[in-house]
C-alpha cells in the first residue's frame, strides 16, 4: 500500500487530497492490555433496530428467460387482489394506479431529479404539516440519503475560500464534506439545558459573532451559509424552539447567509420524561393522536419561515423508514434545484429505482390503509406520519427504559453522572462529573488544549466501557473545534436505537453505570489499570 502512494499520489486531484475521513466511532491506539467484552452492547451510531423498519420481507418473482412479460403475473386487475389483508404491497410490471411506480417504470433509466411519483410525495410531505415555503420558486429533488444531499449541497456552494458556521457540537462528516471543498467551518455556541426556550445555538454569541465579524476572524470572508441540526441536534440532542428559529432566520438574512437545515430527527420528538411516571408515554396513551402530533408536536420548519429561497432543507427517509433504502430529497428554490440537477445528472444519476419503488408503493398503500379505518382523513400522506407517529412512541418508550434504568444505578445517585434529556431524535448525552484532582493526574504543559485532561479522562472511561462492553462515542470526538468547545465535551454520546429490547437497554444502563464508577475508583489513583497514550 505505502508503495502504491508514493506511486500514484502525483496523479490525484487538489479535491481528492482535500477528503480526510477520520470515523468518530472507530477507536484506534487501545491499550495493549485491554480485553473488550465479548458481547458488546452497541450504543454508538445511529443506527435502527430492525424491528422499527416497515419492511417485514420482500418476495421476488424471477423470469426464466428474458422477453415479453406474462401480463397475467404483470398486473393486478383488481386493486383488492394486491392488498388482501391491508398489509401487503405488491411492486407489478405494470400498474394500472397512475400514482404507483412499477417495474417497467422503475427499473428502467429515469429523471435525475427522481420519479414524478416520489417527488409528488416529497412535496406533500413538506405542504401537509404547514411548511410550505412563503415564496412560490421552490421545489424537490430526489438524492441517495441525507449524506449524499450534504455532500452536494457542500459541493455547490462552497471553495476553498468558503466559511460555514456550524454548531459547536455536531455529526462530524458534515464538516467532512465540508473540508472536501476546502472551505471551513466556524463553531457557534450552543446551550444544552432543559429550558426549551433556551436550548441550542446561543443567538446573541452569533449575532455578536456576525456584526463583529472582522473583529473575530479578520483574515476569513464572512460566512456564506448556517448548518444547523435543528430538531434533536445531533449529539445534544437539543430543539430550536420556534422563537429561536425566527430570530435566527433573521440574522442570516440581516447577514445574507444561507440556512442548510439538517433534520433526520423531526419525526421522533419526545414530550420531557417522568421520573414519577417512568413509563408515561402520551403516544400510547392516546394524548397524542396524529393531528396533535402534526399540528402541536412537529416542530417547524424553516422553510415555514422563509420569503426569499435561503432555506435549503434536508429531508432523509434512513431514521423513520430504514437507512439501507438510501432515499431521501433536498427542499430549496428552484435555481439551486437546478443545480443540483444538473450535478445529479453529471454524478450519481437519479437514486436506485428498486429503492424508489419500495418507498413510494409503501408509503401510498400506508396512505390507503389508513384512510379505510380512518373516514375523515383529508390525505394519503396521513399514513406516512401515523407510522412516524409509530416510530416515535418506540423511541419514547426506549428513551423511558434507558432513562429509568439509568437512574436507578449507584453511580447516577452518587452524582457520577448526569443525563442530558434529549427533546428528540436517537440519542442522548451522559455528561460525565469530573473531579478537580484529575487535572493534575499527568503533565499538560504545552497542550494543545487548554482543557486537555479532559480528552485523558473520557479516553480512559471509553477503554473501561470497551472491557465492561458498551460502544459509546466521545463527546470531544463531535466537536467542530476542540480549543473552543473542549473544556464542555466530557460527555458519553449514547443511543436506544439500536438495541433489540428493553432487557438489553438495561444491561447497557448497568454497564455505562459501572464503567463510570471504575473511573471514579480507578483514574489517577494506584489502581488505574491503563496508561494514557503520549
Not at 248 to 262: G, P, W
Request: glycine content about 4%; overall charge negative; proline content about 5%.
Amino acid at each position: 500500500m505505502e508503495e502504491l502512494k508514493q506511486r500514484y499520489t502525483k496523479f490525484l486531484s487538489k479535491r481528492d487530497a482535500w477528503k480526510k475521513i477520520e470515523p468518530f466511532w472507530i477507536n484506534n491506539n487501545l491499550p495493549q492490555n485491554l480485553v473488550p467484552h465479548d458481547s458488546t452492547i452497541y450504543l454508538a451510531g445511529g443506527m435502527p433496530n430492525e424491528s422499527l423498519f416497515p419492511i417485514e420481507s420482500i418476495h421476488i418473482n424471477v423470469k426464466n428467460s428474458p422477453g415479453v412479460s406474462n401480463a397475467s403475473n404483470s398486473t393486478a386487475l383488481d386493486i383488492n387482489e394486491k392488498i388482501a389483508d391491508g398489509q401487503l404491497t405488491n411492486i407489478w410490471t405494470y400498474e394500472q394506479n397512475k400514482d404507483k411506480l412499477g417495474i417497467s417504470q422503475a427499473f428502467q433509466y429515469g429523471e435525475s431529479n427522481g420519479n414524478p411519483q416520489l417527488l409528488k410525495i416529497a412535496r406533500d410531505i413538506i405542504t401537509s404539516i404547514h411548511n410550505t415555503p412563503q415564496y412560490e420558486d421552490w421545489d424537490v429533488i430526489t438524492t441517495n440519503g441525507s449524506a449524499d444531499s450534504l455532500y452536494k449541497v457542500c459541493d455547490l456552494l462552497f471553495d476553498e475560500d468558503s466559511v460555514m458556521l456550524m454548531e459547536e457540537f455536531t455529526f462530524p462528516l458534515t464538516t467532512t464534506y465540508l473540508n472536501n471543498t476546502g472551505a471551513e467551518e466556524i463553531p457557534l455556541k450552543v446551550n444544552i439545558t432543559s429550558d426549551v426556550e433556551k436550548q441550542g445555538i446561543d443567538t446573541d454569541y452569533m449575532a455578536d459573532l456576525l456584526d463583529n465579524w472582522s473583529k473575530y476572524y479578520p483574515e476569513k470572508p464572512k460566512p456564506k451559509a448556517l448548518y444547523t441540526i435543528a430538531t434533536g441536534q445531533n449529539p445534544t440532542g437539543v430543539t430550536q424552539s420556534v422563537a429561536k428559529r425566527r430570530r435566527i432566520y433573521d440574522i442570516c438574512s440581516k447577514h445574507n447567509m444561507l440556512i442548510i437545515e439538517d433534520d433526520p430527527y423531526g419525526y421522533l420528538k419526545f414530550t420531557p420524561f417522568r421520573p414519577e411516571d417512568p413509563d408515561y408515554n402520551p403516544y400510547e396513551s392516546g394524548e397524542i393522536d396524529l393531528k396533535v402530533y402534526c399540528n402541536k408536536v412537529l416542530s417547524p420548519s424553516y422553510l415555514r419561515f422563509d420569503t426569499d429561497g435561503r432555506v435549503i432543507r434536508c429531508e432523509t427517509f434512513s431514521k423513520v423508514f430504514a437507512p439501507g433504502i438510501r432515499s431521501g430529497f433536498i427542499v430549496a428554490n428552484k435555481f439551486f434545484i437546478k443545480r443540483l440537477h444538473n450535478m445529479a445528472m453529471c454524478s450519481t444519476r437519479e437514486p436506485s429505482g428498486a429503492s424508489q419503488s419500495i418507498l413510494t408503493n409503501i408509503l401510498l398503500d400506508m396512505g390507503e390503509n389508513y384512510q379505510k379505518t380512518h373516514p375523515d382523513s383529508e390525505s394519503y400522506i396521513d399514513g406516512w406520519f401515523e407510522w412516524c407517529r409509530k416510530v416515535a412512541s418506540a423511541y419514547t418508550h426506549r428513551r423511558n427504559v434507558l432513562f429509568q434504568a439509568l437512574e436507578s444505578t449507584d453511580a447516577f445517585k452518587k452524582h457520577f453522572f448526569e443525563i442530558s434529556e434529549p427533546s428528540a431524535g436517537m440519542f442522548v448525552a451522559l455528561n460525565v462529573t469530573l473531579k478537580p484532582e484529575w487535572k493534575t493526574v499527568n503533565d499538560y504543559t504545552g497542550a494543545a488544549e487548554k482543557d486537555a485532561y479532559i480528552k485523558d479522562v473520557m479516553d480512559y472511561l471509553n477503554w473501561i466501557l470497551l472491557e465492561e462492553g458498551c460502544l459509546a462515542v466521545l463527546g470531544y470526538k463531535m466537536t467542530v473545534n476542540q480549543k473552543f468547545s473542549l473544556h464542555r465535551a466530557n460527555f458519553l454520546r449514547i443511543t436506544f436505537a439500536q438495541a433489540a429490547n428493553d432487557c438489553i437497554l438495561r444491561e447497557a444502563a448497568l454497564r455505562l453505570a459501572k464503567g463510570i464508577e471504575r473511573l471514579n475508583l480507578e483514574y489517577g489513583t494506584d489502581k488505574q489499570k491503563f496508561c494514557m497514550n503520549k
